[in-house]
Structures are given as structure tokens and as C-alpha cells.
């Protein structure tokens, strides 16, 4: 049961145990709070505009505890200043989806911070994009909106700006650093630079096609995001997905997973002013990225998974070559390893660099990889496997030391563990079909995807319409709850080791922004 | 140190044979001497990501790979707009990323290339315009060239570079 729910609990449509609850503003805070003093995490908080409906605005708030995920919805009256309670005393990480939940619907939420989050200026102070009239193809002038960062004064501190720009293949935000000769005393980010209105253009679109946005949300994570949203829409609608199917999909989010974590390692060892380990692991990337084409007809997979099932089969030859290429990874990952675990300058970057301690990550909601770098080992497809995982046994990689080190070595294991998770998948993977039909959603229904991405969960929230329309959709980024952590695994390290310790993190921008 | 040696050795040289442009049977030896007559050094390109799912630049990322090694036919990343010839960009322009695009832009010397990467930026792709989206990278700065896919393969993204260079040069 949940921390803090007593009665009025419905069940709610998901792939992993899930309940929901209504409550008033006190609960809302009381709800948290015991979540928190039990060990619970936020997942995601967002909120709705149902003037239409109700006169209300709603905000829900989505906890993984420990025998699943809760939602909690707390609603409020239209009027000229809507507000809710903040949960940012129980869970800091919610701070940034308050400024996110105002920019996009207006709603406050009681606490201090009211500096805008996604909007830039670019649409004016009194719309607001979320709010049911307020039309998507809207188009505003962009006007130059000052962000206020918290200055740092005293002898010989110095601000360093970098981005939106940066210099390198990568997603823009503004990183502001206090510093002192080279340590840096203080990091505030700035993101939103990304925002491209995904949440409002999920509700111009039909519960069928959604898939294909959710893809886009973070292409780095395409597997991930549509699967769960697909898992959204299919729990809604009461849709089983064919075996084959499943197996497909989890095959596809591992192969996700190893080229993330592949092209992470590779950049890692080039942070640390090892080209070989780039070279080698780029090298180790494409194959797999050419392995991918073979086999799902795609390099990266974009369009794979569809309601109801996937897109295309594997051609006949595809197991025989699957199994040969992860035969192969593996006695490179193993060298590979090996020389990174033995090289004195590697290691020397790698170790006791942005450290971020088990207490820090813990008391900053921290999720995913990063979590499990910081001795919080957590991770959905073993918490709470949904099918194929609850016949995988996924073993959960955990490190203590929080450092550059320890992120990499999860990275490490998790790249181990996916190669046995394919090979038993491939040698299971029994004949069938590989979709199903998923009829419209009814209008009102909540449905909730969660999948273990290769950055940590991500979450789709999707309410239907009527017709088959959408009628909200929020999508959930481990970033959120990862980006602020960053700001603390910085302090006291070298300006120079910035890059290396964002690399370590790799969180997504265009995931966060929306 | 005998082992990271005794890997590289067993590896090899991954790198294929460049595409040549479609357009023009142009082997790429006089392509290469072209780029050279013309600017009197590598061709270089700065990267510039103006609100894209990310997708694009993971392609983008793996013309440094092995495979394709795009250095080794005299064409690099550069880390600021002041030292480009050409400016790659992906993405939706987002509306939070309009000036920055302008900015850098105009930072680029002339004459100057601009090649608009993937269906978003060709066209805005699945986010056309709205009010946080001003479509595609035409939009907002003047483009010589655009690749399509989503996101387009690493060969697609090389065949247009080396396109606009043969149409402008």
C-alpha cells in the first residue's frame, strides 16, 4: 500500500502496479511527506487545465515507492490566481516542474522561486501554452526576458559563462560557474532552450500516432519513451501485446541501452585524454548501429514500436547474427575494461572526480544510473518487471563511491548484463505474431507507461480524449530529477573537469525541455 | 601499453572508401584538391543543434567514428562559428534557440555554407511550427542544402556536405 493512502484508491491503468488518489491541499503535502520518511521517489509531477470540464486546474504528482507507482491528484478552483501547495520541502527536485507548471498553465505553486523555467520570452508573461484556449499554432515575436542567476561576491570570485552554444556535437543550456582561480564555487544551470511545445502538440494528435512524438522526445531514448507510451495507451484500452512482440521491444530498449552506454564509455575515456578508448568504443557503436539495421531495418530506432505491438520482424538470419555480434562485444568490453581499470591517467581523471555522495543523491531525489553510481540501486525492470522482464531476473548494477569511477562502471556492468539479457531474449524469441490491433481509448482514461530507459525511468502520463483524441500527455525525463545533482557533483572540482563530469551524467536537454 | 598497441594492431584501418557525391562522378582526390584551391585548408564545420530531439547528433557524432573518419578527407568539427566555412544544423528552430542560431550565424565569416540536417531541420518535421517551433532552419537563416531522414545516416549527412561543396564551389 501506499505511504500516506488510506482509502479512496482506484487502481489506475499500467504496465507496473499502480493506484491513484484524490486529495485536498493538506493530503497533498502529508502524502509526501510520508512517501519521503519511507523511502519513497518522485517520478513526476505535471499539471491540467479542466476549466472545460470542471472549472478546475489539477496537478498530479506520480511516486515510486515500494510496492509501486502512486498517483496523487489534487485540484483547485479556476479562478485569477490558481495555487497549490509546494512539494519542494519533501522532495527538491520538484522545484523545477513548479516553474515548468506555471510557465505552460499558470498555476503557482507556494514557494519562493518564480524565475521562468521554459519560457525564454518567447511567448508573452499572461499566455500560457497549456491552457485549453490557448491555440498550439500560435506565433509570438521573441522578447529579451533577463534571467536573474544568483550572484556569488567576495576576493577574486569570477563568473564564467558557457552556452547555449557549446563547443561540440551538443544539445544547448547555459551553464553559469562562480569560480575562484579554477575551483568552482558555485554552478547554476538555465535550461528550456529546447522547449518545442511537445506536451501542447501531443493534443493536436491522435492516441495512434502519439507514438511517434513520444520517439522523438529525446531521440537518444526513442525505445524507451515509445514503448511507454504505447504501454500507456494499451493498459488504457486493455490491449496484450503478442509475445513475440514484447520480446521484440525489450530487444530493441537493450540495444538502446548498449549504444548509449557504448558511445557514453567512448566519450568518457576521450574526456580523459584517452583516444583509444573514443576510437574503440565509436568503432563498437556503429557496429552495433549496422547490427540494428540488419535486423530492425533501422540504425536508430525511431519507428520501431507501434500500439499494439512493433513495426517489422527480424529477417530469418537475424538470431544467428545477433548472437555472433554479442559474442563479440563481449570479449572486446572485457579487454576494454580491463584497459581502462589499468590505465594509472585514466583512472587518475576518473576517480574522486565529481563526486556525488549516497546522502546527496538520496536527500536530491536522484534516479536511474546515477542513482545506482551513488549506491541507490534502483531500477524498474528488476523493482517492478513488466513482461518479458519478470522472466529476465535483471541484475542491478550498484556502485558506491559516486565518482566519475563509479559511473562509468555501471555503465560497465549495465552493458555486461543487457549482452545476457539479449542473448536469453534471442534464444527465447518464439514464432508468433508481432502486433495486435488496440481499439480507441474511451474519453477520460488515465494510463501510465514507466520504463527503465538507459538514462533511469521515464514516464508517459496520457489521458484520453473522445474520438481517439488525446486530450493530455505528459512525458516524464530522468534529467529532471538528475540536472540539479549536477550543480553539487561540481563543487570543489576543477573548471577543466566539467565536461568530464557532464559526460559522466549525459542527461538528455531536449528530454527535459519539452 | 602492450595491450592497447597489440589492439590496435589487431583492429587495423576500419576506414571505407568515401561516397562520392551522387550528383557529379568526381573521384574524391579532386574534391579534396578543390576544397584545398578554394580555401586553402580543410573544410571546417561547426555543428549547431537549434532545439533537436537529439536524434541528429548521434549521426552527426559518428562521422568522427572509425568508419568514417571524415578528418582523414580533410574535413573537421571546429569548436567555434568564427572558424567554420560551413555551419551543419539540426532541429526544429526552437523559439528559445532563435537568437543563438541568428547570433552564431552571423558569427561564421563569409562566404559561408549552411547545411540544414535531418526532417526537422529540412522541413521542421514532426513539429512544424507552433508557438515554440519556428520550423524549419530555412526559416530563420538563409541554407544552401538540407538532408532529410530521421534522423539521416551518417553517409547521408557526408554526401551532403560534399554536395554543397561541389555545387558551390
Excluded at chain 1, 536527500?363 to 522482464?389: K, T
Aim: hydrophobic content about 40%; charged content about 25%; some cysteine.
Amino acid at each position: 500500500m501506499t505511504p500516506g493512502f488510506k482509502e479512496g484508491t482506484k487502481t489506475v491503468p499500467s504496465n507496473l502496479p499502480c493506484s491513484r488518489k484524490r486529495v485536498g491541499a493538506v493530503e497533498w503535502r502529508e502524502i509526501a511527506k510520508s512517501v519521503r520518511s519511507a523511502g519513497g521517489r518522485l517520478f513526476a509531477l505535471w499539471g491540467t487545465d479542466d476549466r472545460d470540464r470542471d472549472t478546475c486546474f489539477r496537478v498530479f504528482a506520480v511516486y515510486l515507492h515500494s510496492s509501486g507507482v502512486a498517483v496523487v491528484e489534487h485540484e483547485m478552483e479556476g479562478g485569477t490566481k490558481p495555487t497549490y501547495p509546494s512539494l519542494r520541502e519533501y522532495f527538491p527536485s520538484a522545484l523545477r516542474m513548479e516553474r515548468a507548471i506555471f510557465d505552460l498553465l499558470g498555476i503557482k505553486s507556494i514557494e519562493p522561486d518564480h524565475r521562468g523555467w521554459l519560457r525564454h520570452g518567447g511567448w508573452p508573461e499572461d499566455a500560457f501554452p497549456l491552457r485549453r484556449d490557448f491555440d498550439c499554432n500560435n506565433q509570438f515575436a521573441a522578447a529579451s526576458a533577463p534571467y536573474p542567476f544568483v550572484q556569488v561576491e567576495g576576493d577574486g570570485v569570477h563568473e564564467i559563462p558557457v552556452g547555449p552554444v557549446h563547443a561540440g556535437t551538443i544539445e544547448p543550456g547555459h551553464f553559469r560557474f562562480s569560480v575562484v582561480g579554477e575551483k568552482v564555487l558555485r554552478l547554476e544551470e538555465r535550461l528550456g532552450y529546447k522547449h518545442k511545445g511537445i506536451e501542447k502538440l501531443f493534443e493536436t494528435m491522435a492516441q495512434k500516432e502519439g507514438h511517434r512524438l513520444a520517439a522523438r522526445i529525446s531521440g537518444d531514448s526513442a525505445v524507451a519513451y515509445s514503448w511507454a507510451y504505447c504501454a500507456a495507451l494499451e493498459a488504457a484500452t486493455g490491449t496484450i501485446c503478442p509475445h513475440r512482440a514484447v520480446q521484440l521491444r525489450a530487444l530493441a530498449l537493450e540495444h538502446e541501452r548498449l549504444a548509449n552506454h557504448l558511445g557514453d564509455l567512448g566519450a568518457l575515456g576521450n574526456d580523459a585524454g584517452f583516444a583509444f578508448g573514443l576510437t574503440h568504443f565509436a568503432r563498437m557503436k556503429e557496429d552495433l548501429l549496422r547490427t540494428n539495421q540488419a535486423s530492425f531495418s533501422a540504425r536508430y530506432l525511431m519507428d520501431f514500436l507501434v500500439p499494439g505491438g512493433v513495426a517489422s520482424d527480424l529477417p530469418n538470419d537475424a538470431p544467428r547474427l545477433l548472437l555472433d555480434r554479442y559474442r563479440s562485444f563481449e570479449a572486446d568490453l572485457n579487454a576494454m575494461r580491463n584497459t581502462y581499470d589499468n590505465h594509472a591517467g585514466v583512472q587518475d581523471r576518473f576517480r574522486e572526480t565529481g563526486i556525488l555522495s549516497q546522502e546527496t543523491a538520496y536527500n536530491l531525489d536522484a534516479v536511474g544510473l546515477i542513482a545506482r553510481a551513488s549506491g541507490i540501486p534502483h531500477d524498474l525492470r528488476s523493482d517492478f518487471p513488466w513482461p518479458p522482464y519478470d522472466k529476465m531476473k535483471v541484475k542491478v548494477s550498484s556502485q558506491t563511491s559516486g565518482d566519475v569511477a563509479a559511473r562509468v562502471a555501471v555503465r560497465f556492468d549495465e552493458v555486461i548484463e543487457s549482452l545476457r539479457i539479449c542473448r536469453a531474449l534471442v534464444a527465447e524469441l518464439r514464432s508468433g505474431d508481432i502486433a495486435t490491433v488496440v481499439p480507441d481509448a474511451g474519453p477520460g482514461l488515465l494510463g501510465i507507461g514507466a520504463i527503465e530507459g538507459w538514462r533511469g525511468p521515464v514516464l508517459v502520463a496520457l489521458e484520453t480524449g473522445s474520438n481517439g483524441s488525446i486530450r493530455r500527455c505528459h512525458p516524464h525525463d530522468p534529467s529532471w530529477q538528475n540536472w540539479p545533482l549536477i550543480e553539487y557533483a561540481i563543487l570543489g572540482n576543477l573548471v577543466p573537469d566539467f565536461p568530464l563530469i557532464n559526460k559522466s551524467f549525459n542527461l538528455s536537454y531536449s528530454g527535459h525541455d519539452l | 601499453m602492450i595491450n592497447t598497441l597489440s589492439r590496435m594492431i589487431r583492429t587495423g584501418i576500419l576506414t571505407e572508401e568515401v561516397p562520392r557525391a551522387p550528383k557529379a562522378d568526381l573521384p574524391i582526390g579532386n574534391l579534396q584538391e578543390k576544397v584545398r584551391k578554394i580555401l586553402g585548408r580543410a573544410l571546417c564545420i561547426r555543428h549547431l543543434d537549434a532545439g533537436s530531439c537529439n536524434g541528429c547528433e548521434l549521426e552527426i557524432q559518428a562521422l568522427n567514428n572509425p568508419y568514417y573518419n571524415i578528418e582523414g578527407i580533410g574535413i573537421k568539427f571546429v569548436a567555434s562559428p568564427r572558424h567554420a566555412d560551413l555551419l551543419l544544423v539540426t532541429g526544429p528552430v526552437s523559439v528559445n534557440m532563435e537568437e543563438a542560431l541568428k547570433r552564431t550565424f552571423d558569427a561564421v565569416p563569409d562566404p559561408k555554407l549552411v547545411v540544414a540536417v535531418g526532417d526537422c531541420g529540412a522541413c521542421g518535421g514532426i513539429f512544424g511550427k507552433s508557438y515554440a517551433s519556428r520550423g524549419a532552419v530555412a526559416d530563420v537563416i538563409p541554407v544552401d542544402h538540407t538532408v532529410k531522414g530521421c534522423p539521416p545516416s551518417p553517409l547521408a549527412i557526408l554526401q551532403a556536405i560534399l554536395e554543397t561543396i561541389q555545387t558551390t564551389a
